[in-house]
């Protein structure tokens, strides 16, 4: 059988082995309603808190702050539309930045239609918002602001802190999707002035349907999903005890194993830039060089399509992406890549790489090998790069 190597680690991570075991006793042996007042259920209910307790230890938040949820989905759009529907005596406007997820895009694009105003701030060539442009958007309406912690495509951190104390000084809320930063670098949640955050479970090698939003005590936001009483009446629905289970132990095992893993990381990350950068011609890095998530790296490569080149690495059995998994199969460039000014041409052709625990120098050698082979046969088949050619020989 053919290795895989895989490298698309911010589309979804391989659930650890010790992760499993700890969720399988919920699903056969523990497997009361944690709702329930008879023993079965109080196992349940124990095993629901500990996981809660683990993430707020992890965050620097308060175990009653933390909401089990099925995803970062649903977290960002329990953000906003409740946090929309609670404070619109106070106000109908939100900003957030032109490079976050269609999670938060999307629920934005709603909100227009019900009435609310949104800002959409630009960001830098290297993505990172302009906080210029962040204050100067600040209305005595606005009532959120909800910005990414990291960008899931480019893997650029933004200043997450200098948006907290902008929001904290003019009385706003503030909103961070950190489904690709929680887990990968250190979070603390009152240091950032951070309202609410969302993650979720299977970006940090945890389970696929479950995850959080972390709501601080104070913000009046209601019930996004209505029904039963649980999740103290703001969730409502049985809880799923086995993903949160797995959640918990996936989020401890992170929080711990996080110094020593993302420093593999970002050197096997700076290794394959350097390489691609040197030994690849006509090709750029998407983000900022440094003050990116440690497992990211995302190139454009001038004169291919994006597409071909992750169907050639495919039968090489290297899994990528050329940007977000939820924007799979569409025809149109990425809004992030355009957001930090590349033209259509150039954002065609882009290649998302993302590293994982498991990976290692041989794989990154081998992926390097096996992209500048790509590349060249690609651009060999391209009327536009032979034009290009022709053009730098005459010069």
């Known amino acids: 059988m053919k290795k895989i190597i895989y490298l698309d680690n911010a589309a979804t991570t391989r659930t650890a082995p010790e992760v499993v075991d700890a969720m399988l006793p919920y699903f056969t042996e523990f497997y009361g309603n944690a709702s329930t007042v008879y023993e079965l259920g109080a196992n349940s209910k124990k095993a629901m808190n500990e996981a809660r307790g683990t993430i707020a230890d992890i965050l620097g938040a308060q175990e009653n702050e933390i909401y089990f949820t099925a995803g970062g989905s649903e977290s960002d759009n329990w953000a906003l539309k409740a946090t929309a529907e609670a404070y619109r005596s106070k106000g109908n406007h939100i900003i957030t930045s032109k490079i976050e997820h269609h999670a938060i895009l999307h629920t934005c694009e709603y909100l227009e239609k019900n009435g609310f105003e949104v800002t959409y701030v630009d960001v830098d060539e290297n993505g990172k918002i302009k906080l210029s442009e962040l204050k100067k958007a600040i209305r005595p309406t606005t009532i959120l602001i909800s910005v990414m912690y990291a960008n899931n495509e480019i893997g650029t951190i933004q200043p997450i802190k200098e948006i907290g104390e902008i929001a904290h000084e003019n009385g706003i809320l503030f909103h961070t999707d950190a489904v690709q930063a929680f887990g990968q670098i250190p979070i603390n949640v009152d240091e950032c002035h951070i309202d609410m955050l969302s993650a979720s479970g299977h970006k940090l090698n945890g389970p696929k349907g479950i995850g959080f939003l972390y709501i601080r005590k104070g913000v009046k936001i209601r019930s996004f999903i209505h029904g039963g009483a649980q999740e103290r009446k703001r969730r409502a629905g049985t809880e799923n005890i086995p993903g949160i289970v797995g959640l918990g132990v996936a989020a401890r095992r992170a929080a711990d194993t996080m110094q020593e893993r993302t420093a593999k990381e970002s050197q096997l990350r700076d290794y394959l830039i350097d390489r691609v950068l040197r030994e690849v011609p006509y090709t750029r890095l998407n983000g900022d060089r440094y003050d990116r998530l440690p497992n990211n790296v995302n190139f454009s490569f001038q004169f291919i399509e994006g597409e071909s080149l992750l169907i050639m690495l495919d039968m090489e059995g290297i899994c990528g992406s050329s ?9 149109d ?62 010069k």
């Open 323 to 331: 940007g977000s998994a939820c924007t799979s199969g569409s025809l």
């Open 333 to 394: 460039p990425s809004h992030v890549l355009l957001a930090i000014g590349l033209p259509h041409e150039i954002a065609h052709g882009s290649l998302r790489l993302t590293l994982g625990e498991e990976t290692t120098k041989e794989d990154i050698d081998f992926v390097i090998e096996t992209i500048k082979k790509i590349v060249e046969r690609l651009r060999s088949m391209s009327p536009l790069y032979e034009d290009f050619v022709k053009k730098q020989a005459r």
